[in-house]
């Protein structure tokens, strides 16, 4: 009887046959999504099946059970989801986006060979804005088709990326480097400065980019130039994006070099405040944690990376339960190897299980909210995006059901976090508009995207051939 | 030029437009694997540019580059890998395929809740041959799709599990379980040794089953019935498929019990031989990974059923470097929470690195080696399967390189670790027989296995639901 109702409902959608009346008392909008399993990822994790969201103006205006939602609401454009799950879009907490383009170029090595020998010496002769731009793209694209709707960045010509993300109507927290070493773009402190100033001006305010200010990390930038950019962050507002307490190695050199961790030194410079956004932390020491959550940062943890670069395992069941704002990130494509957020889920509640030897640490909800609300959170856009509710963006991921490695299903979050594989993501909508559709990229062109990356590839490998240029 | 002489190759093999002298000179065979790059896995991991295998009887019977073979060999069944990598078979060295029909029932427990207060309920009420069969399918489709084309199992009414395997057309190690409590199949030792004994006399010398005696564990089976299993193996060749040191409380009460852990145990009862297969092997101790070595055992390391069960982590690299034969399994599907290969390669390169501190240790090749060669070591069929070599079956991988993922690509193991996806396999060969094709099973109605699995998961539900029948 559901599945004949089911299918009179389909058929009277898209012949329009409704009665005229009826249709005129409803309100028209941009978008509906219809059908499916909501995981609302709401303050009550409430989960509607069969349930409807309708969207206008690139934000949920209604959302509940279909039946409710077709009754006030009409749109051209309907998404059905009958069969799927409907969940908030996946947010990516760290990455460097354009170092997909660097992805498997040096592995099994430890973070400061990896770096020195190899990653610095490729983004020496190889970082242009061109080089950005195209690494973008691929970056996104994957990312997309991983359900990833929105990423938080930090490199070089960020103002490029935040040009070619907002084409692709991806939504991006995206910090421009600020590093005591020339780099590609800019070549003292002041330089990158002022073209932060610059950044941060052109796209405050922009429906998709946050821009934001980058120190890269408290041992690559000077006290007075931390300084600095928390000084800029009072005035403009914008967040800051960091690395803090990656290594075991950067924690010794800090208590050697300054006398505390970290964290208490960039507490103790008056560096934290609650637009920070600090990548790792690894290896909290004393009360670094409680720093944290006094301040309000938003700590992004990167397992995959972690693990891979054999940094550690940050105590991240620790700072949940302190109170810490924790995300999820992949980290760059060159040291993961991937920008998939679904093995990120996966990973993070089998290694903290593993770690603290207790399997009921970081449940499958867990892991999601993980990717979802607290990622918000730790982004401090939690009134914006990280669910699925009146008011907030509509980012949202249809995703498959339909595939063997998800069948049979008895538990929503256990399927979508030990189960859903990236490829199983069908649609994605970002602030509205449908950047995926059944598989298929609608911003972006993938085979000009993988004609160029190669190309590049190429002349990467041809550049770590030749001897560097002098800078 | 390289690029036109390819397009011309293409067309000459599509039109049979080769001179007909040549072809009189070239040797028919079954089929032939054209282009790509071969992954051989072979003693000196040979990588063949533009490669080429020629399959006759379910055997390579010649590699290399492809103009060789096209001038040795001709086909009619032609399988093109331009642009594609082409590697061995996946080895997932330890599962229990049916229960892929439990996949999330309870998730985030630990061993011992997890199996008495969940799954073994669920079997009690569920595991009858009708069941065992659609998890079968269900499962060997599932690894089929992810590009495994053996796998090691233990379960019960394995009969029909073999029967579902051979007719899938996938190779399969299957163990019949010998456990001290009534099961699903047989309700005492003695009606569980004559099963065993009519499944391993009816599968001997198959082509695709090695039939196998599968003693659950050495804590719920005692010394005399694991002295006979010792002796019904030496009598018949068969594998013995078995589970050792788990976790810690294992360990712990074998110590308690019988004054030695699980391995030295059985090697004082004189259980292992070098027929043995056993999973996990997460706690050797003092002299156990000597023993193993010793007896030739092959060990199966299933990483992430051992992270979500917080059972611990194996000293694989040890173990490897001590020269004990290693593979690597997914573990059921009710405990992983998939059947897939690629995460499990993944997971194991990372998860040793960050518990070692050593970025170094489980390099990517090292990573392909366990689901590959080192696998079939394990499985004790190094001489027959997990290489492409001449003489070796035709269980072969065609894998998409043209998956956003997988670009750019700059090392070809590191590719197939860290990046490649389940959903890259495009097209598989097992025993020279294509199973699937260009993402399509051929061997298995992909339909009709998931309309079978829901409504037996919803029969599950309600069994739960209900109190334990009486045995």
Redesign the interface.
């Known amino acids: 009887m559901r599945k004949l109702l089911n299918v009179f409902t389909l058929f009277a959608m898209t012949m329009s046959v409704l009665p005229q009346a009826a249709a005129q008392n409803r309100r028209a909008v941009d978008l509906l999504v219809l059908g499916g399993t909501i995981v609302t990822m709401d303050g009550t994790r409430r989960v509607i099946d069969d349930g409807g969201i309708a969207v206008s103006g690139g934000r949920i205006v209604a959302i509940g059970p279909r039946d409710e939602i077709q009754r006030g609401y009409t749109a051209r454009k309907k998404l059905l989801a009958f069969g799927k799950v409907v969940t908030p879009g996946l947010i990516n907490g760290h990455t460097h986006v354009p170092m ?2 660097f ?3 040096a ?5 400061q060979e ?1 770096l020195t020998k190899y990653i610095f010496p490729a983004e020496a002769k190889n970082v242009t804005e061109t080089f950005v731009r195209i690494g973008t793209r ?1 970056g996104l ?2 990312m997309i ?1 991983g359900g990833t709707t929105t990423y938080c960045d930090m490199y070089y010509f960020e103002d490029a990326i935040a040009d070619e993300t907002a084409k692709a109507g991806v939504r991006g927290v995206l910090g421009e480097t600020i590093i005591d070493f020339p780099v590609a773009d800019n070549k003292t402190n002041a330089e990158g400065m002022a073209y932060v100033e610059k950044f941060v001006s052109r796209w405050k305010g922009h429906e998709l980019i946050v821009p934001a200010i980058a120190p890269h990390a408290p041992y690559t930038v000077s006290e007075a130039h931390l300084r600095a950019v928390r000084a800029f962050s009072d005035r403009t507002g914008a967040p800051i994006v960091t690395h803090i307490s990656e290594t075991k190695r950067e924690l010794d050199d800090s208590v050697k070099d300054k006398g505390a961790s970290p964290v208490a030194y960039l507490d103790r410079i008056g560096f934290l405040n609650n637009r920070v956004i600090a990548a790792h932390v690894v290896w909290p020491q004393g009360t670094d944690i409680a720093i944290l959550k006094r301040h309000g940062v938003g700590v992004i943890h990167n397992p ?1 990376s ?8 940050a105590p991240v069941p620790k700072m949940i339960t302190e109170g810490v704002f924790v995300g999820l990130g992949t980290d760059g494509a060159a040291s ?5 957020m679904w ?1 990120e889920m ?2 993070v ?3 903290h ?2 770690f ?6 970081i ?2 909800q867990q892991a999601f909210e993980l990717a979802t609300i607290r990622g918000a959170q730790a982004l401090h856009l939690e009134k914006e995006i990280g669910s699925l509710e009146i008011g907030k963006r509509a980012d949202i991921l249809i995703i498959d059901r ?1 595939t ?2 998800q ?5 929503i979050y ?2 979508l976090v ?2 859903t ?3 199983d993501v069908q649609t994605v909508i970002i602030n509205g508009r449908i950047v995926m559709r059944d598989r298929r990229l609608l911003t972006l062109n ?1 085979t000009t ?2 004609t160029e ?2 190309a ?2 190429d002349k ?2 041809k550049s770590l051939a030749s001897p560097a240029p002098s800078q």
């Not at 592995?107 to 973070?111: C, E, K, M």
């Not at 993961?336 to 998939?340: A, E, Q, S, T």
């Not at 603290?356 to 640490?361: L, N, R």
């Open positions: 997909v383009l992805r498997g170029l592995d099994d090595l430890d973070l990896w691929l694209a994957e088709r995959q972690n693990m891979k670069l054999a940094s550690g395992v993961n190897n991937d920008l998939n093995e996966d990973t509640a089998k290694l299980k593993v603290s030897g207790d399997p009921k640490v449940s499958a339909d063997l490695n069948i049979p299903l008895y538990n256990s399927d030990y189960a594989k990236g490829s993938e995207i993988k990356a190669r590049l590839r990467i490998i």
